[in-house]
């Protein structure tokens, strides 16, 4: 066990190395600086001008130069100043954290919440007319444009109700919290839910088929005990892992509908921010994002541990 | 019938100033304008930016020398007032430009205000002080100005190298705030002092903006509001809703198109709209420095091929202008009358004739129906940018031009045109005042950094001198029509069309004036109230 | 007991559907979702294919005496702000819509299929640097990655072709590698080597083709989320230019302005990617039905 | 035959088929027999021969669709378990028949400890309270011979090997003290030392609960060592069926005769050691296509004009020995 969370840290530790190395210079390939968008919106070029504030901003150096100074601040904890508000980028990446937390948190929780209970439902009544029904809106969550189902959400709640959800930072009641999570958290969760429910639907097709199900009802035990106590354990171990996957992917939804619903999350500043080639932001930001997705990795396979008596990881 | 209606728009633009002045009522204290923000600004100097994604929030937290009427839609010379100057006056040879200056007045820090922060702002402008501007956008605008010169803690010199009277409408700009001496210019960006009737609270990028009122403000009784929150909000469509649904008492200036408006006025039948030109004209910049664009004739062709009355029809419904470079009149105090509009090549009615003669320029210039010119039209990736390409493309169509778009990013614009790399590029030129000073040195002087597509007449340059030191408007007017006709004949940026957008707040908030010349000088929102 | 009746039992096993039609017709009965998917993919394919035939306009002629109208006889789905057809756009939108979910699955399928094979088939150094390459791609967000390669691209077809592929590539190597990697133990490989086959022989000639079934389910899986990434992409302005009448462009640019005043201009091209993407999704879970034995109920 | 009240199990003309895309599927075809309280039946066959769809047939466990029980009866201590409904037929399972399946690897519930498994079955059939359930568990895997009972009902399938498993399986299907127990190839999946160990507990277990057994498998040589009686299954029909010694002393059936001759020779048996293994030549023909007469025919040495036209009735020659062939009596000699 020890061997292998060495091992497996080692691992994450290399990956996070690779994932610094690539956003680093992929940002730095495209075209177009900070300085050139400061003076887009001064709607002249000076060269001189330009020069000097590349220089202040140290982005005229040597690109193993400029990493060496991002990374080797990085693992001291010093990330730097954005180029766009000239303050310290963990003072504006930090603010921004809980909000898309919690609005993934939010969309997470809708997705288990309907996604295994219909993808079970869906597998258990396999065939009929509420499988074809279930699995119809499940691909139809898949297919629809999260951008689109949250400008139909928005206009719709608009037409009938005369209101919108509109991110509220300091909601005043409790139903006013709500509203500004949880709706945009839907329209999120309704993808991932979908995906949660169609893994659900196959993971327990799956162990339906299986040898022990057959023991269990040989036993006597009733369709649900057999459904949602035998199958549904051994059913919930792929799942997991899709939802792990999933909080990765998240952040692609979140960065559309945040957009739509104007939430101040990071998954929006991470877009204005590649906008603006404020580096800083960006580098550390993507930093942030990865050490979360390698750590939801890691976390997933030891919840298969907990979950699944037979994995113990020994190598 | 065209001036008919003219005379006719502008009755009831003065109908409408009146009544926002007159019926609006005692004006009540307090509440929190709510407002959205299109996007997010770069930082909160004005002095640095050149959009007016920072002049309309931050414009209420300084003031000026001096500053346009805030309630009287047309800026023009006869509405300059004074602001953080009592009085100014002339030299007898309209070289000395000498300002009084109000005493008493404090910068939010508690710092008095002197003669020193005009010295040092229009030192940073010119580019004499210690301290640099990151950018510097507007040089140009002082590029006649010697020197200028405090005499006491209360009067300031402005010593020019030659009359200018249209430095009064410069001064008066949004964009000419005073800033103070103790206050570095980075910390400008970031938490701006100033002495206007809002201080500057903070600044999210992507997020918000608050401003709160100044309780010491110089005007005894101002402002009427309690602060200024803007939501800023990328998406239209969200921002719009948002506005809708009463989540916001106003929505960004000058940001609603005229196909949005007809869905405001269904959606919020109470809710006020006004539409202006915004003296932002679309343009084309053609690089003449190479193929196939320094051939003049197909220069020539290009500008004959363009229906800008299709232009206006299909992005204004109808509801925008067609000019020179100068913004056209009722509303433009300098833009050609049309019956000399359309003596230009391209600008005559005949469309069809037009194109006629465009495509015998084209067959000298060795094209033709099977022989076409395929060209790229570079444009920045925006809607306002993007749209008008897009028929551009289809109009030259008619003249064995065959366009391709070319969507560059906001970060590439400027390099890829300063370094020539396009052939026609689709551009949009803002106008901070309705003044052809600003127009012609920052868009057509030899060397202007703003002049992108690097067009150089010296004769034309004399002749901007000459209308530049006429100091009576009667005489300068007939003096820019001959400008601009030339400069559209030369076919130096030829001018698509001036746009015009819209603004809408709920009735209850007082004392809003759309500027119908400029949209950057009027948002002040010192005496902005709610009526609620 | 109740009475059965064997000959509906029978009909419903597909027992009488023998030869040609009759067993397509049977299979299009059992997987009725899979059919509706491959007549959707079928009709879009067919659009893109003869775009130029079924369009009634030219997608990119401006007529500004047309703008936004309303859908009607001469323009079935109205017409944009630019008074361009829809409805030719959309017809002709398929073929980009096409060109964007086939290229990018195609090219990154292909690098897919000849780096998963080669890191499952040789192993060593190879492998680890593939599997890590593949862990640093996947752990980044593939619409921030999408996001920041077409933005170093810059915004045209091949490039956000590209840009969508490449996220593609681990998700796809992963699979042929998982099963190069089962596949290389078992007895017809084994035998393939001791004949003494090449195992660049091999892996071409006996490996490939069994990882043939699982490829095709992630590809018809793959090709409805990269049209929806496309217009994501759009949505944040990056996707395909003008005036290439891409869905999503169409969509967001709209969405952002006439969701209220020009509905047509939002549900169609709205209507045109999902109904496109649910239909490569329903065939795509038919297919994997079929293919993949290990799901075969 | 046996007094009609001692007979735990009574299948009468079972028909099991299955609804296939290729047509219909005779799995299980006119099949009766029955077993005595503490008695072996065994039930042999090829692979294929419809011995398990039978198993699964008394269990109710037929996968539908595509299979479904369409006709004939299968009395448990008189009562027909076809006529049952769901539920009743629940409360049946796992308590008074029982099955023990081929792949002990697959057949427990990985995610399960061993006891909780053991102790479901238990009450699922009897109120007792969990604490009593789990002493039940642990006395069910004492009697089992697992060593260390109570440790191993803490632990998971995959802890335990698979001769152990198939004895926790035992111990499961047996824990509610079932009036019969199928044993579905119990051993084959095992290593050889191993299928001793299991069948010996399967009898002894039988022989102290007094439970009735059915035990199917395809080794005679099992079959030899465990039942008493014995049917002979093919294509889903039953072909033979008769004591033990009877069927050994003298089949009646051609393919049970092949059958025979298939086994390694076993010299102790007294039967001429043979220089190779005979086998039976073809296979077991498609279930949907069978042909008219006997099914055997195809494969058969025997076989003449008569079989291929009309199927032989069962027909008992004497002692119950029953056969299904036109030749029966030529069978012992030809062979």
Not at chain 3, 104 to 112: D, K, P, Q
Not at chain 4, 267 to 277: D, E, F, Y
Request: hydrophobic share 45%; net charge neutral.
């Amino acid at each position: 066990m020890f061997a292998y969370l060495v091992r497996r840290l080692f691992l994450m530790f290399v990956t996070l190395f690779g994932i610094s190395i690539v956003i680093f210079f992929l940002l730095r390939i495209v075209p177009g600086n900070i300085v050139d968008i400061l003076f887009a919106a001064a709607g002249y070029v000076d060269p001189a001008d330009k020069a000097n504030l590349e220089k202040e901003l140290g982005i005229d150096r040597p690109l193993i130069v400029q990493y060496w100074h991002w990374i080797s601040g990085f693992m001291r904890g010093d990330f730097g100043f954005s180029y766009v508000s000239e303050k310290p980028a963990l003072q504006e990446i930090l603010p921004r954290i809980p909000i898309t937390a919690k609005l993934a948190g939010l969309a997470l929780l809708f997705s288990a919440s309907i996604g295994i209970p219909l993808g079970v439902i869906s597998a258990v009544k396999q065939g009929t007319k509420l499988d074809y029904a279930l699995r119809v809106v499940s691909l139809s969550g898949l297919s629809l444009p999260s951008f689109w189902l949250g400008l139909l959400i928005l206009t719709a709640s608009v037409a009938m109700f005369g209101q919108m959800p509109i991110f509220n930072p300091n909601p005043k009641t409790w139903l006013e919290a709500f509203a500004t999570y949880a709706v945009p958290a839907a329209a999120v969760g309704f993808r991932s839910a979908a995906l949660t429910m169609r893994i659900t639907r196959s993971s327990m097709l799956e162990v339906l088929r299986q040898d022990y199900i057959r023991t269990a009802r040989a036993k006597g035990a009733s369709e649900a005990a057999v459904n949602y106590h035998h199958a549904l354990k051994n059913a919930i171990l792929p799942v997991i892992t899709v939802i792990g996957i999933e909080a990765a992917f998240l952040i692609g939804g979140l960065i559309v509908t945040e957009t739509v619903f104007n939430i101040p999350g990071v998954a929006r500043f991470l877009v204005e921010a590649i906008r603006w080639r404020d580096y800083p932001i960006v580098q550390n930001l993507v930093m942030f994002i990865a050490v979360v997705v390698v750590f939801a990795n890691f976390t997933v396979d030891m919840l298969y541990a907990v979950f699944d008596p037979r994995i113990r990881y020994t190598d | 019938m065209r001036s008919v209606w003219a005379l006719a728009a502008m009755a009831a633009l003065s109908v409408l100033t009146a009544s926002t002045a007159t019926l609006a009522g005692e004006p009540k204290q307090g509440g929190i304008l709510r407002m959205y923000h299109r996007d997010s600004p770069a930082n909160a100097s004005i002095l640095e930016g050149a959009t007016y994604s920072i002049n309309i929030p931050f414009m209420g937290v300084f003031n000026n020398l001096l500053i346009y009427d805030q309630h009287i839609a047309q800026n023009s010379p006869d509405t300059l007032r004074p602001d953080l100057a009592e009085s100014w006056s002339w030299s007898s040879d309209n070289k000395k430009l000498t300002f009084k200056l109000r005493q008493g007045v404090k910068w939010h820090d508690g710092k008095p205000f002197t003669s020193a922060d005009v010295k040092c702002s229009f030192d940073l402008l010119m580019g004499k002080s210690q301290q640099k501007l990151r950018q510097n956008p507007r040089k140009a605008w002082y590029s006649e100005v010697n020197e200028v010169t405090t005499n006491g803690e209360f009067e300031v010199t402005f010593d020019l190298k030659r009359p200018q009277p249209s430095l009064l409408a410069m001064l008066a700009s949004g964009y000419t705030p005073v800033y103070p001496c103790h206050v570095s210019p980075a910390d400008m960006r970031t938490n701006p002092i100033g002495t206007g009737p809002f201080k500057f609270v903070e600044f999210k990028a992507n997020e918000s903006i608050k401003l709160t009122r100044n309780p010491n403000y110089w005007k005894k009784g101002l402002p009427h509001l309690d602060g200024i929150e803007y939501t800023i909000i990328t998406n239209r469509s969200t921002a719009i809703l948002a506005f809708v649904a009463g989540k916001f008492d106003m929505t960004f200036p000058t940001h609603i198109t005229i196909p949005l408006l007809k869905d405001i006025k269904s959606q919020a039948p109470n809710a006020t709209c006004v539409v202006e030109p915004t003296n932002v004209s679309t343009n084309i910049i053609v690089n003449s420095t190479s193929a196939p664009f320094d051939n003049i004739d197909i220069r020539r062709a290009m500008a004959l091929a363009l229906d800008r009355k299709a232009f206006v029809d299909i992005l204004f419904e109808g509801q925008g202008d067609i000019g020179g470079t100068m913004l056209p009149p009722p509303q433009g105090l300098w833009g050609m009358p049309k019956d000399r509009l359309e003596t230009i090549p391209g600008y005559g009615r005949d469309i069809n004739a037009n194109r006629e003669e465009a495509r015998k320029l084209m067959q000298k210039a060795g094209y033709g129906p099977d022989k076409r010119l395929a060209v790229k039209v570079s444009t920045r990736n925006i809607a306002e940018y993007r749209d008008p390409a897009v028929i551009l493309i289809d109009q030259l169509k008619t003249i064995y031009i065959d366009g391709e778009l070319d969507v560059v990013e906001t970060a590439n614009w400027f390099p890829k045109v300063a370094r020539k790399d396009y052939m026609l590029g689709l551009n949009l030129t803002g106008n901070a005042v309705d003044d052809p000073d600003q127009s012609f040195y920052e868009n057509y002087a030899c060397g202007s950094e703003r002049n992108y597509t690097n067009y150089c007449n010296k004769e034309i340059e004399k002749l901007f001198d000459v209308q530049s030191q006429e100091t009576d408007i009667g005489k300068r007017r007939p003096l820019v029509w001959d400008i601009d006709k030339k400069l559209q004949e030369d076919v130096a940026r030829p001018i698509i069309f001036h746009a015009r957008a819209g603004t809408c707040w709920h009735p209850h908030v007082k004392g809003v004036t759309i500027m119908s010349n400029s949209s950057y000088n009027g948002f002040r929102y010192e005496d902005v109230w709610l009526d609620k | 007991m109740a009475a059965i009746d064997f000959d509906v039992e029978l009909r419903r096993a597909g027992a009488h559907a023998t030869g040609g039609w009759r067993r397509v017709l049977f299979m299009a009965q059992r997987h009725v979702l899979g059919a509706a998917g491959l007549v959707i993919m079928t009709l879009f394919v067919l659009t893109a294919i003869f775009a130029d035939v079924i369009a009634r306009y030219d997608p990119l002629t401006v007529d500004s005496a047309r703008a936004l109208a309303r859908p009607s006889w001469a323009h079935w789905m109205g017409t944009d702000s630019f008074g361009r057809d829809v409805f030719s756009r959309i017809i002709h939108g398929a073929r980009i819509s096409l060109a964007v979910g086939i290229g990018s699955t195609v090219l990154g399928g292909t690098i897919g299929v000849i780096v998963g094979l080669t890191s499952g088939y040789l192993s060593g150094w190879f492998d680890l640097v593939f599997q890590r390459v593949s862990d640093v791609l996947q752990a980044l967000p593939l619409l921030v990655l999408a996001l920041v390669m077409t933005a170093a691209l810059g915004p045209s077809l091949p490039n956000v072709i590209i840009a969508i592929a490449i996220p593609l590539i681990p998700t796809v190597a992963r699979v042929i590698r998982a099963n190069t990697l089962a596949l290389r133990e078992q007895p017809f490989v084994e035998a393939a080597k001791s004949i003494g086959m090449s195992e660049m022989r091999i892996a071409l000639r006996h490996v490939l083709p069994n990882t043939l079934a699982p490829l095709i389910v992630l590809a018809t899986a793959q090709l409805g989320s990269t049209i929806l990434t496309e217009a994501s992409l759009s949505f944040l302005g990056l996707g395909i230019p003008e005036p290439y009448p891409s869905w999503g462009r169409m969509l967001s640019e709209s969405a952002a302005e006439y969701v209220r005043t020009a509905p047509w201009l939002v549900i169609f091209p709205g209507v045109a990617i999902s109904l496109a993407v649910f239909g490569a999704n329903l065939f795509g879970d038919a297919l994997r039905d079929i293919l993949d034995p290990r799901q075969r109920g | 035959m046996a007094d009609k009240t001692d007979l735990v199990l009574d299948v009468k003309n079972l028909k099991t088929v299955f609804f296939t895309n290729s047509g219909l599927f005779r799995a299980v075809d006119d099949l009766s027999f029955s077993v005595r309280r503490g008695e072996t039946l065994a039930i042999v066959g090829e692979s294929g021969c419809g011995k398990s769809v039978t198993a699964l047939s008394l269990m109710r466990l037929v996968p539908d669709p595509p299979g479904r029980i369409v006709g004939g009866s299968v009395a448990l201590e008189g009562t027909d378990l076809l006529a049952l409904d769901e539920a009743q037929m629940r409360a049946v399972r796992g308590n008074r028949i029982s099955m023990i399946f081929q792949e002990p690897m697959t057949s427990l519930n990985p995610v399960m400890r061993i006891g909780d498994q053991i102790v479901e079955a238990v009450r699922l059939h009897r109120h007792i309270s969990a604490k009593e359930a789990q002493g039940i568990a642990v006395e069910m895997l004492r009697l089992v011979r697992i060593p260390e009972p109570a440790r191993r009902a803490r632990e998971y399938p995959h802890q335990l090997s698979g001769g152990m498993r198939q004895r926790a399986m035992i111990a499961m299907a047996l824990a509610c003290r079932p009036a019969l127990l199928i044993a579905d190839e119990p051993t084959t999946a095992l290593d050889v030392t191993i299928q001793a160990q299991i069948l010996a507990l399967i009898l002894d277990l039988q022989k102290e609960l007094g439970t009735g057994l059915v035990l199917i498998t395809h080794d005679l040589g099992v079959v030899a060592q465990t039942a008493q009686r014995v049917i002979v299954m093919y294509a889903g029909r039953k072909v033979e069926e008769a004591s033990v010694e009877a069927l050994f002393a003298a089949p009646k059936h051609p393919y049970t005769r092949g059958l025979m001759a298939s086994i390694p020779a076993v010299p102790a048996s007294g039967a001429a050691a043979q220089a190779r293994l005979n086998e039976i030549p073809g296979t077991v023909p498609s279930l949907v296509r069978l042909p008219q007469g006997c099914a055997f025919a195809p494969r058969c040495k025997l076989a003449i004009k008569r079989c291929e036209a009309e199927y032989p009735p069962l027909a008992d020659w004497g002692g119950g020995h029953l056969a299904a062939c036109w030749r029966a009596e030529e069978v012992a000699e030809v062979a």
